[in-house]
């Protein structure tokens, strides 16, 4: 059974910095996309960044560039979203979530299989 459980959320002022941890069981990983998204209030689900647990390049959405960073632990088959610079902008929901992966990274949601239960991130002014 795949399990996917993010931590890391909290209350920050704004400029603050957390770091989201999402680890990942059930299966082996190094074949897929590990990826990040949020939810803000009232809002649609929306992508944030992702990266394949087997290695390449990450993509991380152009609204969180230069703050946001996505990185993994295959021995800990964790996947890391560290947040920097935190804008209140940045309040949602975030999710973490897996798609098997033969090369392609999907920035929609719809694309991933497995989803964690999500992490309140709140930045306050």
């Given at each position: 059974?795949?399990?996917?459980?993010?931590?890391?959320g909290?209350l920050?002022?704004a400029?603050?910095?957390l770091r989201?941890?999402?680890?990942a069981?059930?299966?082996?990983?190094?074949?897929?996309?590990?990826?990040?998204?949020?939810?803000?209030?009232?809002?649609?689900r929306?992508f944030?960044?992702?990266?394949?647990?087997?290695g390449?390049?990450?993509?991380?959405a152009?609204?969180v560039?230069?703050?946001f960073?996505i990185?993994?632990?295959?021995?800990k088959?964790t996947?890391?979203?560290?947040?920097?610079?935190?804008?209140l902008e940045?309040?949602a929901?975030?999710?973490c979530?897996?798609?098997?992966s033969s090369?392609?990274i999907?920035?929609?949601p719809l694309?991933?299989?497995?989803w964690?239960q999500?992490?309140?991130?709140?930045?306050s002014?």
């Amino acid at each position: 059974q795949v399990q996917l459980v993010e931590s890391g959320g909290g209350l920050v002022q704004a400029g603050g910095s957390l770091r989201l941890s999402c680890a990942a069981s059930g299966r082996t990983f190094s074949s897929y996309a590990m990826g990040w998204f949020r939810q803000p209030p009232g809002k649609e689900r929306e992508f944030v960044a992702a990266m394949r647990m087997g290695g390449g390049r990450t993509y991380v959405a152009d609204s969180v560039k230069g703050r946001f960073t996505i990185s993994r632990d295959n021995a800990k088959n964790t996947v890391y979203l560290q947040m920097n610079s935190l804008k209140l902008e940045d309040t949602a929901v975030y999710y973490c979530a897996a798609h098997f992966s033969s090369g392609s990274i999907y920035r929609d949601p719809l694309r991933y299989d497995y989803w964690g239960q999500g992490t309140q991130v709140t930045v306050s002014s």
